[in-house]
Each structure stands twice: as C-alpha cells, then as structure tokens.
C-alpha cells in the first residue's frame, strides 16, 4: 500500500510548543483503503449486469466516500487531541465518542464494524509513516553531526522523502515509539469499548421483555467502564432506573452504594475529600464486599477528568441507599451507612440532620427487635437455574443463582421463566427440568430446557466457633448456596449413575440412605447490583448414612440454638422467667426515685419499677389488689403470648412432635443400638451420642423458656412436648444401656456416667 505524503505545519516552530499535527487530506484517506474500496466495486460489477448497476455503484461509491472522510475526520480529531493534551486529551475525546455513539447508533451492521476497522488500519498505517519519517530524521541528524563538511542533498526523481524541516523534527521528536505505541493502545481500547458499547445496546433490544437479562447487560457495559468514573457512573445510573422501575429495593440500595464509593474514590484521588468524609471505597468493605472489589480500579490519570459531582452528592446517595435498604428489609446495613454519613454532620453541627438521622436509627432497631422477637424472619428466597439447549444461544449450558423475593415459591419461579422464554421461543419448544440431577445426553437439542432447583444460603463454620448464624448474616453477604439430593448406593453403580437411574431416591431404612451435597459458588456476593449471578464453581461432597445422621441432628442443634442464643440476649424475659426469687434485694440507688427513667429499660431497671409498684400496691385495699392482679395477670398472658417466637413454637414442636417423619429418635434408633455401633467407626458414633445429648439439653432449655411463658395458654401443648422429651431420654438410654439423667440446675441432660465424674471432679477442686 503506497504511502502518501502529510502536509506539515511549518508555522509551528515556537519552542516548547508542540507542533501543529499533519492536514490529512481526504484523498489520503481514500488512497488508504483504496484496495478494499476496488474490491467492492469489482464483486459490484461481476454480480449485477442489468441496468440498474451503475446506479447502486454510484451511491456505493458515496456511501464510501462519506465513511473514508468521515473516518479521515474523526482520527484526526483523536490525534490532534493526543498532540495537544497528550493521554488526557485523548480521554476527553474517548468519553464524548462513547456519548455520542450511544445515543446515535441502536444496533451493529457490518458496514459500522467495517468503518471501525477503517479506523483501526488507518491509525496503525499513519503511525508506521510517523515511525518512518522519525528513522529517517534520526539518520539525516546523525550523518549531521558526525560530517564537519556540510551534506549536499541530491534528490532525485524517484525521492519520496522531503528534507527535514524544523517543524518536521519538532513532529518527528513528539511521535517517539513509545507515545506511538500509546496512541494505538487508546485506539484499541476504545474501538473495543465502542464494540461493547454497540453490542449490549443491540443485545438490549432483542431481549427487551427479558428483565434480567436487561440488568446483566446494562452492568456489563458499567462494568466495562471500571476504570473511567464519569461513564460508570452514567452506566449505574441507568441500573438504578431499572431497578426502580421493577421495584427492586435491594439491588437498588446496592447501586446508590457503588455509586457513591465509586465517586468517594474519585473525590479522594482529586483531593477533594474532607477528612470527616469516607476515604474511598475502602471505607464501604463494612456494607459489602463486592463495593471495594468493583469499585477501587480506577486509573492513575483518570482522576483529570471533571465530573459534576460534589460531596453533598455523595451524601445524597448514601441517605438514598439507607432509605432504600430499610424498604428491602436489610435493617442491619442501615447502621454502617449511616456511620459513613454521621461524622460530617457531627463535624458540621448540623443537629437537625443528626437527630433524623437517629431517629431513622432508632426505628431500624425497633424494626430488628420487632421482627427477630417473631422469630420468623423473611428474607430473598434464591434458585439455581440452569439452561440446556441451542435455543438460548450465549446461555446454553450455564447455571445462575436467582435471588427473588422472600414470598415467591419454587412453582412460581418455575411458571415464571417458563411463560417468559414460551413466549420467546414457542409453546412447543420450552420445557421444565425439576430433577437437581439430568443426563443431557437424552435432551433433544432443538428444544429449550429449563432447569430449577431451590437452593439455601451456605456459610462454613469452624468447629471451634459453636454461635449459630443469625438470620441476617446466614443471607448478608453470601456467595455460596447449597442443595442437597438423597439417594440409594447400588451394587457396580458409580454415584452420578445412582443419581441418574430411575427409582425411589428414599428409604425408611436409614442405615443405607446416602445423599449428595453440592455447594455452588457465584462470582459475587449477594446481594450485588443484579438479581442474578452466574455459577463459577461447583463442589459435591457425598455422605455415608451415618454421615447424613451426624450432619442432620448437627442441623437441627444450630436451629434450635439460635433461639436459645436469642432468649438469652432478652434479659427481660429471663429476668421474668421466675427464677429470681432468691430472696436477695438490690441495694443499688436508682434514680427512678426521683422521677428520673432511663430510656435503656434493662433488668435492674424491671426490678426497681416492680418493686415500687409492688409498694405502691400494698398501700391499696385489698378489693382493688385482687381486681388488678387479675387484670395484670391477663394483660401478662397477652403479652408474653405475643411475644413468643412464631418460629421457635414451630421447630421446636416439629423436633418432639415430629408428625410428617419418625424424627431424630429414627437415626439413634439406626446407628446408637448397641449391637449396631461396631458397624461404624467409634468416633462417628461418640459424635453421634454427643450431638443427641446437645440436641435434648436445647429442648430442656427452650421447654423451661416454653413453660415460664405460655404454660398457662397452651399447657396441652407443653405437656405433650415436656413427655416426648421424657420419652426421648428413656429410649436413648434403652439404646445405650446406660441411664441419661436430667439436670434441672444446670439444664442439661446427659449420661449418668458423665454427671457422676464432673461432680467428684468439682469435690476434688
């Protein structure tokens, strides 16, 4: 390809001053991609005889035109912003282009990818003529200076190169290799990002009655824009529409957060931040932790780059997102928020914004209290969701984990997809896979498969660490997500051939009941800015039968104990349990005798108060004592009746009245016989008989709660539970041959053997 021959600017000669770049003519340009220009004109001419040709030629021939000066244009403007401002400028150029093709282009054509690899060819062969030119005035200087007689330039006919002038070296000396290869690696990156740019806006249009494929692809163009914070805000904002439009609280909460950590990083690079002001995205790892991974790549350089954004933008957002977070129920990230937000208007005094916001405090601590004293907490329900098949293109073969809302069940989310890719792909051609495990080779590959499984959050713990998850961090936070699919080993059969034969998958017979755990991990954390998240890794873990038994009793202690932990952070209830009449009196001085209360109402505070109305009381006559005792007495019931965990009656009356299975009492009935423990290795079975002693001590200790409560509204009840605790105990020490004892003191039921050594062990200290 021949090379033509760039006009320089002679008049820029002012040092320090950088030159003024070459005029690129639009003949240049034509002669740049005159090959392939020829080339259409000939496939014209070969293809088309009738009569009509030369007219299609001719405005083939001005459409071309138009893109090789149009392409002419707008390199030059790239370049002679690269000139001016260096990388900076370019950057300037990089954002409006991505702009201004975002608004006027909708979808791709090939002419568009062909003009964008015009654009391509031609900034790497003007760039290699830069690179010419800068040799050849390297050799001229050096023959220069090494001559002491003065060159005499012979230019003959067949010269193409002109002699260097000193606007010539003043450009040739800007153009250095590496400011070359720069300038093409800018080129690069942004026809790239424009690529994405044009791919996600014609993505976004064929799938426009898919909403969560609108999200993915709105964050995937945010996403692409990591390291440049005025197009990824613009990006997020976008997200956050979307998600206000569908009603999606949580994700929406996540994006204001990003937003607001994104430009936090931004103001801090600029130097703009005050201290009282959260440093960066790194003071938001407390909220989330997808915030500092996604939000802390930008650029060195980009921080030039002016963005209208204050910081009592980013206080808007940060209020915007602890709203939005108390609509979605994430009471628990309301407080970190806000203790982003406090220490400027503390530093500020501005007291009237302090107290609202202690208000909006108190209420989300009231809103915790009210909704853990329930004991039955709603929160995201999540699904795995696998698609098969040729029909879903990009998305054949990957698996994603749904978040959906808590009240949404499993054959909802199934009619859910179903109508949505019906209606998309044909009646006929979508169907539902309910099985966790299929043999795709038996899938007909011209049909849609949707694959649905119902998953849990899943958070390993250590052994060492006994606390029980709370409700909140079990689903905050979270990137693994469990199921679990039972199934009978056969003789010669592996395990996913087990899996996959048909048959029952269960038996009455626990001693050969096997299960698979299959634990997925997403490439983020929930909750993110998408409702969905792609799998990136899967782990299966098979247990023997006496690992399910181990593993299930384990299950059902954390259950239990999580609503022993949560009593025994309520001191009022257990200060009202009845256990304090021992006959000591607090000598503490109060200040409620003087009228003062507190508004932190604790168990010496109940006391007090009891006790001065306890006074007060015996002053009164008799009558009345009794008509308010009476009274009181019912108004205790109700309240104490509703302040009982709804959840808490539930699993604790399913683990001793089991009614839909035979209960935990059906594994030691399995693995605790005597003449079944040597079957199995001792250490499994000791772990075994321990996990059953924890299991009756978390019963014995929520029957005492249970009684001290509402045994005078459902003693039937608690009467039924307390004699299937006995019952219990009996049969477990029938199994063992050894005699298990209640401790009512220490609330503890155990091996006689046990209780007997401790107790001589504490005689010997």
Known sequence: MTLSIMNIDTNANIRGKPPSAPKIRSFEVHETDQTMLNTSQNDIHNNNNNNNDNNIMDNQNVISKLCLDACGFLYRLWKCSFETHHQAGFHRVHLQTIIAISKLVSEISPGFEATLSLLQSLAQTDMHRSSEMMSITKSITTTSSSSSMPIKTTTTATSTTPPPTTT???YTKFWTDSNIRLFLDDIDDLIRRILT?????????????????????????????SSNPALRRTWLEELAKLHMD???FTELAMTKLHIAALMAEYLKRRGLLECEFPQGCDAFKSISSNIHIEESGLRADSGVLEISYTQEDLLTDLNEAAVALESAGLFECILPVYALVLPVYEYRCQYTNL???????????????????????????????????QLFESMAGKSFIYRSNPCQKLNEKCNELLQLYRRKYGENLV?????NFINRSSLDSNKAYVQVTYVEPYKERKDSDKKPLTSYEKHHDVQQFMF???????????????????????????????????????????????????IVQVTETDFTPIDSAIDAIHCKNQELMSHVIALRNNSTAFNNSGNSNDGSVDKRISVSLIGLHSPVLTGNTISVNNQNSTSQNNNSNTT??????????????????????????????????????AGPMAYAQAFLKIENQSLYPSCKVNRLKELFFDFLSTCLILLTYYYNMMSSVHEAKYRA??????????????????????????????????SSSSSSSQCTQ
């Open 168 to 170: 010539t070296t003043m």
């Open 197 to 225: 740019v044009l791919t996600a806006t014609a993505e976004m249009h064929r799938h426009c009655d898919d909403p969560e494929r609108i999200v993915d692809l709105q964050y995937a163009l945010a996403k692409s824009y």
């Open 246 to 248: 569908s009603r999606s």
């Open 355 to 389: 107290a609202q916001i202690y208000h909006h405090i108190g209420r989300v601590y009231e809103a915790i209290s009210r909704v853990e004293s329930h004991g039955h907490r709603l929160f995201a329900s999540y699904y795995r969701v696998t698609f098969h098949g």
């Open 431 to 435: 169907e539902l896979l309910s099985d």
């Open 484 to 534: 679990e699919t039972p199934f009978l080993r056969q003789p010669g059969l592996s395990t996913e051939a087990c899996l996959l034969a048909p048959g029952p998958k269960r038996s009455d017979d626990l001693t050969i009941q096997w299960k698979r755990r299959t634990i997925l991990t997403t490439e983020a954390t929930f909750p993110h800015l998408r409702r969905r998240l792609e």
């Open 624 to 661: 009345n004592n009794n008509s308010n005792s009476t009274s009181n007495n019912n108004a205790r019931n109700k309240q104490t009746n509703s302040r009982i965990p709804l959840l808490m009656d539930m699993q604790l009356q399913g683990a001793l009245l089991p009614t839909v299975n």
């Open 721 to 754: 539970m307390r004699e299937a605790l006995d019952r219990y105990r009996v049969d477990l020490s029938n199994l063992l041959k050894e005699e298990v004892i209640v401790d009512e003191k220490e609330l503890r039921i155990g091996p006689k053997s046990s």
